[in-house]
């Protein structure tokens, strides 16, 4: 499996792109763009095995280690800032191993990135229920 943009986004620039986004709708209209460059899951992914609950809007999710590893990360959702805060995780917990993927501390990366702030509960309820099945996934 390849990385989920193609090429490797870091956590690294995102949260230079973030710093560099002036106000909420910066940030927003960074999500939009994060959300364009993330491809589509094919439809035989879309499937219930592969989604994410506790997302109010559908999402899906799917994982792979490599033999180096290291997981890589795909997800989907029908709604674009849902997929925007996920391209956001993706970069942070891509092409990292199960360690490494329990070690990052997510919330500090959000609060850098000031995005909880802006966004409903619910959004926020399903941003953390995507690590939290990024993280399920890398411990099996």
Known sequence: ???????????????????????WEARYKQLILLAKQLPPLADEHRVDANAIHGCESQAWLIGECGQDGRWQFHCDSDARIVKGLMAVVLAALSNKTAADITAFNIDAYFEELQL??????????GLRAVVSAIKANAKT
């Open 1 to 23: 499996m390849t990385h989920p943009f193609g090429t490797e986004i870091t956590d690294t620039e995102i949260r230079d792109q973030f710093a560099a986004a002036q106000g």
């Open 116 to 125: 909880l702030n802006h966004l409903s509960p619910s959004r926020g309820n």
